[in-house]
């Protein structure tokens, strides 16, 4: 995925409200900017970061500008979650995702029970493998972990998932971590215990889970390499 603008550059004041943040601009302007993550963001919302901003076309939107990626540790992370599906995509549609391989058809947004939809829908021939993706930002002592708040609707999508796999389909959950910094994926145990229990109890019902990293930079963002699994 590449930026269709050049990323504005600022310096993080403070997040609040989840999806708000105040910054600073260059020139000592106050902008407040929409931030499009639900979870804690935890390692990445330190005041004096320089983040980066793109800037919507939309006249009606009350806050233009939208933080996209924020520099922790020397290298930028991807902390919009909108995106993440899009690099999912692209990914799976280039036969990055070796473990899946190049697939004939992607479905958006496909409901799975009556108030449950997952990301994607593949299908490889006859073959149906339905998969769910979350955003990965943070990591610790080189792991990058999901999730860095309790996700309710998250455990819910993993019961999902196992449900598809006890019906003969196939079912994924994919971990898009959009930093250079972690060496491996592993649940958050200490963060959502039940979320880290489930993973791995669905996996071994049959789940097969995934962790990609993407590489994040100011004119694009794409995935790249499989990372380790330690459940």
């Known amino acids: 995925m590449k930026f269709e603008q050049t990323l504005l550059p600022a310096t993080l004041i403070r997040r609040y409200k989840r ?34 901003l793109s800037k919507s076309d939309n006249p009606r939107r009350k806050y233009a500008y939208t933080w996209e990626m924020v520099q922790v540790n020397g290298g930028w992370v991807g902390i919009n979650t909108m995106r993440t599906n899009h690099l999912a995509r692209e990914a799976f549609a280039a036969g990055v995702v070796s473990e899946i391989g190049f697939v004939d058809e992607i479905r958006a947004e496909v409901k799975v029970s009556e108030r449950s939809r997952l990301d994607f829908l593949l299908r490889q021939g006859d073959e149906q493998i339905y998969v769910e993706v979350k955003n990965c930002t943070l990591v610790e002592d080189g792991a990058a972990m999901f999730p860095d708040a309790v996700t309710a609707r998250g455990t819910k999508h993993l019961e999902e998932l196992v449900k598809l796999r006890r019906d003969g389909f196939g079912a994924v959950i994919f971990f898009c971590v959009q930093r250079g910094d972690g060496d491996y994926f592993s649940p958050a145990t200490h963060i959502d215990p039940v979320y880290a229990e489930t993973l791995r109890r669905v996996v071994a019902q049959g789940v097969m889970v995934l962790a990609y990293r993407a590489k994040v930079g100011p004119e694009s963002i794409l995935v790249t390499e499989s990372l380790p699994v330690r459940l």
């Open 19 to 52: 999806f708000l943040a105040d910054v600073q601009l260059a020139d000592g302007s106050l902008l407040t900017v929409h931030c499009p993550n639900s979870g804690s963001m935890a390692g990445c919302g330190e005041e004096g970061s320089p983040v980066l």
